[in-house]
């Protein structure tokens, strides 16, 4: 859509100059060459951190990578703005799918001159996700989700950073926060915002991308040979993530700018109330697991939990 239209750059026509964009934004009624295009990226996850207050230079922030184009993208454009990142990556041990997702990041560490943490489920856990789902009630997703999230907080922790970045976009983030207004899911609601503070153990949560649409980071990405994989999480239940976004694309392809407006607006306008309400509906105190020491609701966590069931069920079948 749109990226067909070759127009002027509009950046050079301001500037007496005649050069054709290579990309059309309609939603922004911009066309932009390669030169102006990368600055206007850049510029505006400049300021999604700045008007958030995720971070500051002076700040060791952690990029959770997972070898897809977001958060390739995140890490690279972080780095190239001079922040201090480094990568985190945990290898989910999902054949193939793993493997060539970790040789994307190792690619674009070499290319930026940075080596990502790398940690594997099967030597952490006992065991790689396929396996690991059987143990829990719940999708493949819910169970790698908390897993991941585990893993996040406890490198950042372990290694002094006090920030954990992901590439969460706005297609993301404005398909979820209508899926979950439609279920009035008020205790996610309670949370949506791009910065979570850091609170009881937990490392500040950003997402410096939310002012990109998937298609933008892709165009960037590519545009400037940041490696990735575009093949999908063979365990993935996406099929509702995937309704919404579609639900969300049509009514921007119906009136353009939508899910800009919407997304931004629920922050400025609504969300002030719902975080007000913050402490009634998030429910759950939380203690230390007395087996790691992480902040869990729990005596011991749930990633505790798995790796103790793992290895009893390993040293009964050996
Ligand atoms: Fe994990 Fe689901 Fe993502 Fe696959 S799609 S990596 S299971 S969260
Ligand atoms: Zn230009
Ligand atoms: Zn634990």
């Known amino acids: 859509m749109g990226q ?9 026509k301001s500037k007496g100059i005649r050069k054709e964009g290579v990309i059309y934004m309609p939603e922004h009624r911009l066309s932009l060459c390669e030169e102006h295009f990368n600055e206007w990226f850049e510029k505006r996850v400049k300021e999604a951190i700045k008007e958030f207050k995720m971070f500051d230079k002076r700040e060791k922030i952690l990029v959770a990578v997972s070898g ?3 958060s390739q993208v995140l890490w690279y454009v972080l780095n ?37 943490h790398i940690v594997r489920l099967e030597e952490e856990v006992g065991a790689g996700l396929p396996v ?7 999708t493949a997703c819910s169970v790698c989700g908390r897993i991941k999230r585990y893993h996040f907080n406890k490198v950042a922790r372990e290694l002094g950073y006090n920030v954990v970045a992901t590439g969460h976009n706005l297609d993301d983030e404005a398909s979820s926060l209508l899926a979950n207004l439609i279920n009035w899911n008020l205790k996610y609601l309670a949370r949506k915002y791009p910065v979570l ?13 939310v002012k990109h649409t998937e298609r933008v980071i892709k165009f960037y990405a590519d545009l400037n040979g940041i490696p990735y994989t575009d093949r999908s999480c063979p365990l993935g239940d996406t099929a509702n993530l995937h309704f919404y976004k ?12 939508t899910k800009y ?16 309400l913050k402490e009634e509906w998030v429910e759950g105190e939380l203690t230390t697991c007395k087996v790691c020491g992480e902040p869990s609701p729990s005596e011991v966590c749930f990633v505790c ?6 290895k009893k069920d390993r040293t009964q079948s050996g």
């Open 132 to 138: 690991l789902q059987n143990y829990v009630r719940g």
């Open 68 to 70: 897809g184009k977001d």
């Open 197 to 209: 503070r850091e609170e009881k153990g937990f490392p500040r949560k950003v997402k410096p991308l």
């Open 261 to 276: 407006r919407f997304y931004f607006e629920y922050l400025k306008k609504v969300f002030p109330i719902f975080s007000a």
């Open 246 to 257: 579609e639900v969300m694309e049509e009514i921007e392809n119906h009136a353009l700018g």
């Open 4 to 12: 067909k239209r070759k127009k002027l750059c509009t950046v050079c």
């Open 80 to 116: 190239k703005l001079g922040y201090d990142t480094d990568a985190f990556f945990i290898h989910l041990g999902i054949g193939d799918y793993s493997d060539e997702s970790m040789e994307k990041v190792l690619a674009l560490g070499e290319l930026i001159g940075k080596k990502p």
């Open 305 to 310: 939990r798995l790796k103790e069931r793992v």
